[in-house]
């Protein structure tokens, strides 16, 4: 398959690329700097791209069979600001619709997946208050999935309340919306198999129109 990858120079973007080019996908990773990005790999190409332009979006998607958002709510290394994931998930529909690209996942955030019944773990005691805003951001965004998607089959798969560097097991568990934690009470996930998660999910969608989450 073609793959559109946005925030291809984020850590979580650099597995999902790599996962997908060892499955033996192409890979169209879309940077605001292609400076900043390198890859040796003949199938996947770097290109600039703006993921708040709907016209820029349908450019260059044009032919992908699949769109994956892995866009940070964070600001870059180089001191580029954040890129408004709401905003962004508006114009990756808009673009998709215009490109005919009919599937979209997005990176998603671990803020909105419920504690218990009705209490998102953003909104429970002790969630630290400098992770807030990029939390709300992502839950801004998977309300945007949910309600101006149209006919886009889209997934939004929300990781572990933890995710960091790590080894790729090959395994992991799935859920919907509550936080998935361990027999100790932990709730983690490495980028390695976060990324397998997403690619997964690619070859054999088992969320369509829906959020996921994935965690050991």
Same mark, same amino acid.
């Given at each position: ?8 120079? @984020?850590?979580?973007?650099?597995? +999902? ?36 332009? $709907? ?11 699949? +769109? ?12 580029? $600001? ?67 998607? @149209? ?7 929300? $990781?572990?309340?933890?995710? @960091?560097?790590?080894?790729?097991? @090959? ?36 969320? $369509? ?8």
């Amino acid at each position: 398959m073609k793959l559109v990858l946005f925030g291809a120079n @984020g850590q979580v973007a650099q597995r +999902i690329a790599r996962e997908a080019l060892n499955r033996g996908h192409a890979v169209v990773g879309v940077v605001r700097n292609a400076g900043s990005v390198r890859s040796d790999n003949e199938r996947m190409t770097i290109v600039e791209g703006d993921a708040i332009d $709907p016209t820029s979006i349908a450019n260059v998607s044009t032919g992908a069979d699949v +769109i994956i958002s892995a866009l940070s709510p964070r600001p870059s290394p180089s001191g580029r $600001p954040a890129t408004s994931l709401s905003r962004a998930a508006r114009a990756l529909i808009a673009g998709a619709a215009r490109a005919g690209v009919p599937r979209l996942i997005a990176v998603g955030g671990a803020g909105t997946l419920e504690v218990r019944p009705g209490l998102r773990l953003v909104d429970s005691p002790g969630f630290p208050e400098e992770y807030k805003p990029e939390a709300l951001d992502h839950a801004d965004a998977l309300a945007a999935y949910r309600s101006d998607a @149209g006919g886009l089959d889209w997934t939004f798969i929300s $990781p572990a309340a933890q995710i @960091g560097p790590g080894t790729r097991t @090959g395994s992991y568990r799935s859920g919907d919306d509550a936080l998935l934690v361990d027999e100790k009470g932990k709730s983690f996930i490495s980028f390695e198999d976060y990324a397998k998660a997403v690619i997964d999910e690619v070859e054999q969608p088992t969320h $369509p129109r829906a959020r996921m989450t994935v965690a050991y």
